[in-house]
C-alpha cells in the first residue's frame, strides 16, 4: 500500500485529506509542524509528501531544502500562497509539483497518480558515520557514536558541503559540481574553497585528518565519500 505524508498545521486540511486518501487505499501518516515532518520522513519512510509551506515552526521551501540531501521522495506542495516567484522557489528546491489552495481533491488525488508514475529517483542516506561521528543530514546534528557530550559545530557552507559530497556514497564528485553546489556559478575557477573547507570538515570530523578515511581526495578530480 502507498504511504503518504500529508504535512499542514491546519486540522481541517489533515483530516479532509486523510478521510478522502485511506477512501482510495492509501496509507496517511500525518504532521502539523516541520520537525515532526522531518522525523515521519525519517522513520515512516513515505512513498510522497504533501506539504504545506507555511508552518509554524520552519519554512516549507526549509523543508524540502533538507529533505532533499538525503531523500528523493516526491514532494507535493500544498500551499495557499500564489505569489508566482515562491511557486518557482519550492520547484528550484526540489518539489515535484505544486497545487493552490482552495484545491481540488480530485485534481489533488490526479497530481498524485502523476508524480507517483514518474517518480523513479532512488533514496539517499539520512544519516552518514565519519570516524567516531554520526552526523544526521535531516536534521543536522552531530553526535558521537561512543554516546559523549562532545560537540562539533559546522558552519553554513560546512553543512552544504558535507551534504553535496555524501550524497551518493563512492561517486566521485567534481571540484566545479561543488563550486557551483555551494557557492554559486561564479565562483567555478575559486578551487581553493573547496580545498580550504573539505580540510576544516577533515579535522573536525576525521578521526586522523591527515590521512582521512572517509572523506577522501581524488588528485585532480575531486572528492569522493568512502562510508
Known amino acids: ?6 504535512v499542514d498545521d491546519e486540522p481541517q486540511i489533515l483530516r479532509v485529506l486523510r478521510i478522502n486518501l485511506v477512501a482510495r487505499q492509501y496509507e496517511v501518516v500525518t504532521a502539523a509542524t516541520a520537525l515532526e515532518a522531518l522525523r515521519v520522513a525519517k522513520t515512516e519512510h513515505p512513498d510522497l509528501i504533501i506539504l504545506d509551506l507555511g508552518l509554524p515552526d520552519l519554512d516549507g521551501i526549509d523543508v524540502i531544502g533538507r529533505l532533499r540531501t538525503w531523500t528523493q521522495i516526491p514532494i507535493i506542495v500544498l ?8 511557486k518557482v522557489d519550492a520547484l528550484d528546491a526540489g518539489a515535484n509539483d505544486y497545487v493552490t489552495k482552495p484545491f481540488s481533491v480530485d485534481e489533488l ?106 572523506l577522501l581526495t581524488e588528485p585532480g578530480m575531486g572528492y569522493r565519500f568512502q562510508p
Do not use: C
Open 79 to 86: 500551499s495557499g500562497r500564489v505569489n508566482s516567484q515562491e
Open 109 to 214: 488525488l490526479a497530481r498524485i497518480r502523476v508524480v507517483a508514475r514518474r517518480q523513479t529517483g532512488t533514496d539517499r542516506p539520512s544519516s552518514v558515520v565519519i570516524g567516531r561521528y554520526t552526523i544526521d543530514l535531516a536534521f543536522r546534528q552531530i553526535t558521537r557514536t561512543d554516546g559523549s557530550a562532545e560537540t562539533v559545530h559546522l558552519t553554513r557552507i560546512e553543512w552544504h558541503l558535507l551534504e553535496a559530497v555524501v550524497r551518493e556514497p563512492g561517486k566521485l564528485v567534481s571540484q566545479h559540481y561543488l563550486l557551483e553546489q555551494v557557492w554559486g556559478p561564479a565562483y567555478q575557477a575559486e578551487t581553493q574553497y573547496v580545498r580550504q573547507y573539505m580540510a576544516q570538515l577533515r579535522r573536525k570530523l576525521e578521526t586522523n585528518p591527515t590521512r582521512p578515511r572517509h
Open 1 to 6: 500500500m502507498t504511504t503518504i505524508l500529508v
